[in-house]
């Protein structure tokens, strides 16, 4: 049975929202109107941190003097290839390790799950004064290690495996933009270490059946051939599942709802070539069974061409 703890009341750290679908905010390229041109390539590592001592279970915030402050670490390698100049492939695979600064248990550390995004731009023309794009990008991801999902909050994932289908459209004036996407991610069941288990009934098996997740995205703000500043906005929503119950612990299947501001920098030392650096920062401003986490990421990114004519297509 998975066993209850009337002590050890705790939700997944914000990490797991990035999991669901494969980073909603914080994969380098995924998530932007930027398409490296043809035979160039763009890779690196990022770091990230998440923490948070307030969470909600259900719709009541609570804190739990049994975890203080949870904490998510992860360092990612990421690379951006551009197969055409409107046809990108890019991969990910972090390293993730948790931490609680009180209570008894202990955080978990390993290779999580690797994923790849084939990123296609179906549209690209003049409207008005402005720039418009579309993207159709579509993503999968499978675990690397057969780490433990429902040792939440300290698991380093959820052990699923996914796929995703995302639609962005952009917009830009001169240096002035707004992009907006949609994500929905199909998740598989996994299995726990269990023989049977309750969410809100008896479920006399290993196999938990995982509910999928959509998602929405609004970027704004600034963008040339070197410098992108932009707010960010995000919702997460979980199609199905259901609330921690109240002094429970938590389970991979719990609905998982959360929205997300923060800002974004990205700063190319050279047009065509050479490193760039990002930062990210958001807050979880509302949420259902998750943590209300302080997040931020720093990365360090190489730009290279193998042909004669490189570019970022940054316009």
């Given amino acids: 049975m998975h066993m209850l703890n009337q002590n050890k009341a705790a939700l997944p750290a914000l990490l797991l929202l990035l999991l669901l679908q494969a980073g909603v905010t914080r994969a380098q390229m995924d998530n932007d109107a930027i398409m490296m041109g043809k035979n160039a390539f763009c890779g690196g590592p990022m770091y990230s941190y998440s923490s948070w001592n307030h969470y909600w279970e259900g719709t009541l915030k609570r804190t739990n003097k049994n975890l203080g402050t949870v904490s998510t670490q992860m360092v990612s390698l990421m690379g951006?290839?551009?197969?055409?100049?409107?046809?990108?492939?890019?991969?990910?695979?972090?390293?993730?390790?948790?931490?609680?600064?009180?209570?008894?248990?202990?955080?978990?550390?390993?290779?999580?799950?690797?994923?790849?995004?084939?990123?296609?731009?179906?549209?690209?023309?003049?409207?008005?004064?402005?720039?418009?794009?579309?993207?159709?990008?579509?993503?999968?991801?499978?675990?690397?290690?057969?780490?433990?999902?429902?040792?939440?909050?300290?698991?380093?994932?959820?052990?699923?495996?996914?796929?995703?289908?995302?639609?962005?459209?952009?917009?830009?004036?001169?240096?002035?933009?707004?992009?907006?996407?949609?994500?929905?991610?199909?998740?598989?069941?996994?299995?726990?270490?269990?023989?049977?288990?309750?969410?809100?009934?008896?479920?006399?098996?290993?196999?938990?059946?995982?509910?999928?997740?959509?998602?929405?995205?609004?970027?704004?703000?600034?963008?040339?051939s070197r410098l992108i500043i932009e707010a960010v906005g995000s919702n997460m929503n979980t199609l199905g599942g259901f609330d921690i119950r109240r002094n429970d612990m938590p389970f991979p299947s719990n609905k998982m709802n959360a929205t997300m501001a923060g800002a974004h920098v990205r700063y190319f030392f050279k047009k065509d070539h050479g490193f760039s650096v990002d930062v990210d920062g958001d807050y979880t401003v509302a949420g259902?069974?998750?943590?209300?986490?302080?997040?931020?990421?720093?990365?360090?990114?190489?730009l290279l061409s193998f042909s004669h004519h490189p570019t970022n297509n940054i316009k």
């Avoid at 907006?180 to 008896?202: F, N």
């Fill in 80 to 224: 951006d290839y551009g197969i055409t100049k409107n046809v990108n492939v890019l991969v990910m695979a972090p390293y993730v390790w948790t931490h609680a600064t009180a209570g008894t248990l202990s955080g978990q550390h390993g290779i999580q799950d690797l994923s790849v995004w084939l990123k296609y731009r179906a549209l690209k023309q003049n409207v008005g004064n402005g720039v418009l794009s579309t993207f159709v990008l579509g993503g999968a991801s499978i675990p690397l290690t057969n780490y433990e999902p429902d040792y939440l909050p300290f698991s380093i994932g959820l052990h699923s495996k996914t796929l995703s289908g995302r639609l962005t459209v952009d917009y830009q004036q001169r240096h002035f933009f707004a992009t907006a996407m949609g994500t929905y991610t199909w998740r598989s069941d996994v299995t726990i270490d269990e023989e049977a288990y309750y969410t809100t009934s008896l479920h006399f098996t290993n196999k938990v059946d995982m509910p999928n997740v959509a998602a929405e995205e609004l970027r704004i703000g600034y963008r040339s």
């Fill in 288 to 302: 259902r069974n998750v943590g209300q986490a302080r997040s931020f990421d720093v990365g360090v990114f190489y």
